[in-house]
């Protein structure tokens, strides 16, 4: 089929890995709604297959406008997300509905609303953009490693509901990036980062030690050729790692015992 006829809608695609994908889809001649709440950042490029829209995620009337004014989606990808960094003695009702409500919820509403239309067109493709912190735990990370975690799991589920209808469903699960996730979407609970706070060590060894692993992650074409590749191979696995800290750790969860990986995380990370 002539790409510029395959829809896709990006969402989170204002930065980051979104905005590469973005780049990389209308390259190959797709039309691309390129969702995100600051839509404005994508007008500096230039391509006639590109569409930014505003779109709210935690927003069910933005999410449905929006959709419904896109009319043929042949392809999803579920990418808006963030990062909140707190114990869960200092978390507010507030911080970790927020970060489920984004990271999980987000991708639900945006799935329930596109599924209809790729059930109606007999076929689909959705892509989530997890992480490799939906497999490994980490202190600090309890509230995004349990968002991701549910990612992995609405990816399990999907995969058996849609089956029949020919709509494929999967998730990749990046290591660490260099996007702006460490410089303005990691979200820090007050209480944790004070200086007397009874995680004060942990939190001073660990989240500088995560921040300048994000800063200096991989290269964001990693996912976005990976997108391409899944959107063109039917038999594309269920779900595959990207960048080096996923293609190292993922392996190592799965040889190891629970005990063992958690003391090399331990050593690695001097926790
Ligand atoms: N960078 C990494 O190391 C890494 C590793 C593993 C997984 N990931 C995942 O990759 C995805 C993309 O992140 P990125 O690294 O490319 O970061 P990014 O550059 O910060 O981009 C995040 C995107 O998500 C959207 N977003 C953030 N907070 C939002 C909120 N509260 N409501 C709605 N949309 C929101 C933003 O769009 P607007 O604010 O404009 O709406 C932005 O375009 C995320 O799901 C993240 O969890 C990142």
Redesign the pocket.
């Known amino acids: 089929m002539n790409n510029a006829k395959r829809t896709v809608l990006v ?9 590469t994908t973005v780049l990389a889809l209308v390259k190959k001649g797709f039309t691309v709604y390129a969702a ?3 839509p404005e ?1 994508l007008f500096d490029i230039q391509s006639e297959h590109l569409r930014p829209v505003y779109m ?3 927003d069910i009337q933005s999410i449905s406008e929006t959709i419904g004014f896109i009319g043929q989606i042949d392809v999803l990808v579920n ?5 909140l960094v707190s114990t869960v003695e200092d978390v507010t009702e507030k911080e970790m509905f ?1 970060q489920f409500n ?2 999980v919820f ?1 991708i639900l509403r945006v799935c329930k609303a596109v599924i209809p239309k790729m059930r109606k067109q007999g076929s689909g493709v959705i892509i989530n ?5 939906g497999k490994i735990g980490l202190p600090l990370f309890t509230f995004y490693n349990a968002s ?1 975690y549910a990612v992995e799991g609405i990816t399990d589920s999907l995969r058996y509901e849609l089956k029949d209808f020919n709509i494929r469903v999967h998730s990749i699960m ?4 260099d ?3 460490a410089r ?2 990691l979200v820090t609970n007050t209480k944790t980062f004070k200086e007397d706070s009874a995680y004060a060590e942990m939190v001073s060894t660990l989240a500088p030690t995560i921040v300048s692993q ?1 800063n200096e ?1 991989n290269s ?1 074409e990693e996912v976005s050729e990976m997108i391409l590749e899944i959107i063109e191979n039917v038999d594309f696995p269920a779900r595959k790692t990207a960048g080096d800290k996923a293609k190292k750790f993922i392996p190592m969860k799965k040889e190891l015992s629970d005990e063992d990986f958690e003391r090399r995380v331990r050593a690695y990370y001097d926790l």
Request: cysteine-free; overall charge positive.
């Open positions: 969402t989170g695609s204002s930065s980051g890995m979104g905005r995100s709440r600051t950042n709210d995620i935690t990418n808006a997300g963030y990062g927020d984004v990271n987000g953009i997890s992480s490799f912190l991701k990046p290591g660490f990036f996007t702006n996730f303005s979407n994000i992650g964001t």
